[in-house]
């Protein structure tokens, strides 16, 4: 797998891209977000690896970098998960690298999803989770 990174952090943010020979493989972000802001914990957002370079490593690559860029001011970082059948790798991907939910329950479009409420399962639907680094 082609290894070649660049990383580039200005103020609370961080961005990770991977690119292989002329093309560009994986992104990924981590942002002092607004769920996690008051808390102090970096929020890894929008980890996307390209289909042809899934289970090759690349989004555990990705991780790595962005948990030792939250680790220089945090000892936690954060993220959120879809939760339909599209999330199912990065589920299990977050649950294998000790990511646990962080025991706000289901969040859409950022807000708390109570019982009762009706929403759509959709990209805006969220667990988030945390690990201690």
């Given at each position: 797998m082609p290894r070649r990174e660049s990383g580039r952090?200005?103020?609370?943010?961080?961005?990770v891209i991977r690119r292989g020979p002329g093309r560009l493989l994986s992104?990924?972000?981590?942002?002092?977000?607004?769920?996690?802001?008051?808390k102090g914990i970096p929020e890894i957002n929008d980890l996307n690896?390209?289909?042809?370079?899934?289970?090759?490593?690349?989004?555990?690559?990705?991780?790595?970098e962005l948990e030792g860029i939250?680790?220089?001011t945090s000892?936690?970082?954060?993220?959120?998960?879809?939760?339909?059948?599209?999330?199912?790798?990065?589920?299990?991907l977050y649950g294998k690298r000790g990511y646990i939910p962080d025991g706000r329950g289901l969040m859409y479009a950022n807000e708390a999803v109570h019982p009762g409420r009706t929403v759509t399962v959709d990209d805006d639907l969220l667990l988030y989770m945390v690990k201690q680094l």
């Open positions: 952090r200005q103020g609370n943010a961080a961005c992104s990924a972000a981590a942002f002092l977000l607004s769920l996690f802001q008051n690896v390209f289909s042809d370079y899934r289970a090759k490593g690349v989004a555990g690559a990705l991780l790595d939250a680790a220089r000892g936690t970082v954060g993220l959120g998960v879809g939760l339909y059948e599209d999330y199912g790798n990065a589920q299990r």
